[in-house]
């Protein structure tokens, strides 16, 4: 037994002077080394301005390669040996550190300590950047519009170099008419996760706002910035309780326009709305604006909502505009699409009472004023007043199915404006694969639905008796339809309203006017001009021969005097009259 035992030990160191020479070498916890960095920070003013790194321990042996690595940097920071045994110091200038001044920057420094061949690393460690206290150069508080001291949202911004201390804090007191204090003192302690990134005006905003409620006899609020204990007075703002703009309602982004073509810039405006409808401009006020959606494709401006979108961008991307003033936020989207020539739009209507909801067939109008068709289904119509008599009024928009626009070349919608005004509607078709169509309709007139006298005048194709109020009355010549247009006569329809037109057979010029609006047109002529202005009628005026008397298409009517113009069809579906009213 004794000899089989000996035998198996003598097998077993055999064995064991066969295995790899290093399989028994200590591991790296194994090795009394030790790695120190100091320093690691966002200070780089004297002394401060290298981080120091120290290799410490009892193997810490002279000629031990040491390197240090920055995240994302390909090249080493630090690349060097031991020059003695147990201790030996380095020094990383901060200036080859990038972003080292950025306390958000996130940086991770990872030391290795090899054996002098090189070919093993004996201890490695990372350190994180560490956030050293900077004092803020520049604060700005902002409060939001709300009225009263309840539930009011506070928000701030500071310079991009501050660095939150311990005890940084925001401080709100609640001061009474007189500016004595009233109730407890509101405040929130700064930390560096309270910090957003640094924005194009080089500052840092809190990504949460401050919510706090007042005491009932609260009319002010005084906004202070407190470091250690101390108050930083040069910071101090005090705000009114009171909204200047009125109680809150909405707030609202506004481009004038939901569609925006490669290399177009465009800038939009931000209103206040409070709950008397009044619009308050205050762009110059947003806390911030942000961009999403396609961001890369557009050189922007945070500082207000403007930006211009870059020509290799593609029809069907979008763009959303993200505004925050105080508490409140309001967003708009824009679709990138290709560029579409306007093209003229057909009205069942030109014109129709404020404040009611005005049914109104849209009618798609090629270059000869025929009706054509869209070549693709559109997804979304935008609409915008151009040319409005009166800008403050409030127009609204809702279309109907889009389904008929590639189909027949019509759409169905309701527009309501809450006051009278006049104006030009122009509406955008796109669908998501960027395609385009723009269409401008002649004037249309929302009128006063207090004004005190109305008529309404119906006429019939090839007829010349026409009805005025119920009153059927004789023109010299009947209306009719000449290439593809309907016309009417022009001294007939105007007598009915209480005008009267004057020819001047000089120069074959037609002069109406109507309150203070003077209209003169010449016969054979598609121009005409409505108080000076030029423009420009889709058929001209022509004199019947014998009867002297001077035809006008009907949506010349429409839009020059403003008559709401409603046309009469057959049951198969041809025109068989027109009806104008005021």
């Given at each position: ?8 030990l ?27 960095v ?11 301005d290298?981080?120091i ?25 630090l690349?060097?040996?031991?020059t ?79 660095v ?21 003192v ?17 500052m ?13 006899r ?11 204990g ?33 290399g177009?810039?465009?800038?939009g ?41 870059k020509?290799?961008?593609a ?11 105080g508490?409140y ?158 016309f ?8 009915a ?32 001009t409505?108080?000076?202005?030029t ?32 046309a ?7 025109t ?6 005021n």
């Open positions: 037994m004794k000899k089989k035992l000996t035998a198996l003598a097998l077993a160191m055999m064995l064991l002077t066969l295995l790899p020479s290093g399989a028994f070498a200590a591991s790296a916890d194994d090795y009394d080394i030790k790695i120190t100091i320093s690691f920070n966002s200070n780089t003013t004297a002394p401060n290298n981080v790194v120290n290799i410490s321990g009892s193997d810490a042996r002279k000629g031990y390669r040491v390197n240090a690595i920055l995240d994302g940097v390909s090249e080493p920071l690349s060097g040996t031991l003695s045994n147990g201790d030996d110091t380095f020094y990383i200038p901060k200036s080859k550190i990038p972003n080292i001044e950025d306390a958000f920057a996130n940086n991770t420094l990872t030391v290795n300590v090899y054996n002098a061949a090189g070919s093993k690393v004996l201890k490695s460690a990372s350190f994180d950047q560490k956030t050293e206290a900077n004092a803020p150069e520049k604060v700005v508080f902002y409060l939001d519009d709300g009225n009263g001291t309840t539930n009011r949202a506070f928000s701030a911004k500071f310079d991009a170099k501050y939150p201390g311990d005890n940084d804090q925001i401080r709100l007191t609640a001061l009474d008419a007189n500016g004595n204090r009233v109730g407890s509101n405040y929130t302690t700064i930390t560096t996760g309270k910090l957003g990134k640094v924005g194009d005006d080089e840092r905003a809190l990504n949460n706002k401050i919510t706090a409620n007042f005491n009932s609260a009319e002010k609020v005084q906004v202070s910035f407190w470091s250690d101390t108050e930083m007075t040069e910071f101090r703002q005090t705000f009114s309780l009171a909204s200047q703009y009125g109680t809150y309602k909405a707030l609202e982004l506004d481009f004038d326009k939901d569609t925006v073509a490669p177009e810039s465009v800038e405006t931000l209103y206040y709305v409070n709950t008397d409808n009044k619009r308050y401009d205050i762009t110059d006020k947003a806390t911030r604006y942000i961009y999403g959606g396609s961001e890369n494709l557009l050189e922007k401006d945070d500082n207000k909502p403007a930006f211009t979108v020509s290799s961008a029809g069907g991307d979008q763009i959303t505009v993200t505004a925050y003033y508490s936020v309001a967003k708009k989207t824009l679709t990138i699409v290709n560029p579409a020539e306007a093209s003229a739009l057909g009205m069942s209507a030109t014109s129709g009472k404020a404040g009611e909801n005005i049914s109104v067939t849209f009618t798609l109008l090629d270059e000869n004023g025929k009706t054509t068709t869209l070549d693709f289904q559109p997804t979304k119509v935008s609409a915008r007043w151009t040319d409005l008599s009166d800008e403050s009024a409030n127009i609204t928009f809702t279309a109907g199915a889009l389904t008929n626009l590639d189909d027949n070349g019509t759409m169905l919608a309701a527009i309501k404006s809450d006051r009278a005004t006049s104006g030009k509607l122009e509406l955008t078709f796109t669908d998501n694969a960027g395609h385009s169509y723009q269409a401008v309709s002649d004037t249309f007139r929302f009128t006063d639905p207090n004004a005190s006298e109305s008529h309404k005048v119906t006429m019939n194709i090839g007829s010349t008796q026409m009805s005025v109020d119920g009153t059927t009355k004789t023109m010299d010549v009947a209306p009719l339809v000449y290439q593809n247009r309907t009417v006569p022009l001294r007939a329809l105007t007598e309203f209480g005008v009267e037109p004057k020819w001047n057979g000089a120069d074959s010029t037609i002069t109406i006017v109507d309150g203070d609006t003077t209209i003169v047109m010449t016969a054979g002529s598609k121009s005409y409505i108080n000076g202005q423009k420009t009628m889709d058929a001209a005026p022509y004199i019947v021969a014998g009867a002297n008397r001077t035809m006008v298409p009907v949506r010349f009517i429409g839009e020059a005097l403003g008559y709401k113009v409603q009469i069809y057959r049951a198969d579906g041809t068989s009259g027109v009806e104008f009213s």
